[in-house]
């Protein structure tokens, strides 16, 4: 089944509410142990989790990985980050999609950072200038799927 949307959550929510940000580990034990970190803090009510989503999509799959068990496997509702930043709109295309196919509704559309070594961000070719065309670009090619 697909998520509820974030934006209808929060609308629903009296304030107070709270949510958990994670960064994908750097190793197989890294992942193991959020697993385990993730189902103990779920115990305390986030209203959802979110997942980061590493500079270029150097995180890319483990990020999509995360965001699904969390929503599969953990029971929570799962936000996930996606950037612009060193991708080109297929990339981000392909995120979507099995964002998509496995319930994941809400994602965080990001310009981000410059990658690492520069101190000036600039657009790929074949990319998004701006987190806005990323959101136009979902919005054409999802409709309202996404929040």
């Known amino acids: 089944a ?4 974030v934006s209808d959550l929060i609308a629903q929510t009296k304030p107070g509410w709270f949510s958990f940000e ?3 580990p750097k190793t197989d034990e890294g992942v193991q142990n959020l697993h385990k970190r993730i189902n103990r803090m779920t115990t305390l009510g986030p209203l959802f989790t979110d997942f980061t989503w590493g500079a ?3 995180t ?3 990020s999509l990985q995360l965001t ?5 496997e ?7 980050h996606l950037t612009c930043t060193n991708q080109k ?3 981000c295309g392909d995120a979507l999609t099995k964002c998509k196919k496995v319930g994941v509704r809400n994602i965080v559309a990001l310009r981000g950072d410059p990658p690492c070594g520069s101190e000036k961000w600039e657009a790929t ?3 998004f200038a701006c987190a806005l065309d990323l959101v136009k670009f979902m919005r054409k090619e999802h409709g309202d799927y996404f929040s």
Do not use: I, R
């Open 2 to 5: 697909d998520d509820k949307k």
């Open 22 to 24: 994670y960064f994908p």
């Open 56 to 58: 270029g999509g150097s």
């Open 60 to 62: 890319s799959e483990l």
């Open 68 to 72: 699904s068990w969390a929503k599969n």
């Open 74 to 80: 953990a029971g929570t509702v799962s936000n996930m």
């Open 89 to 91: 709109s297929e990339m």
């Open 125 to 127: 070719e074949g990319g």
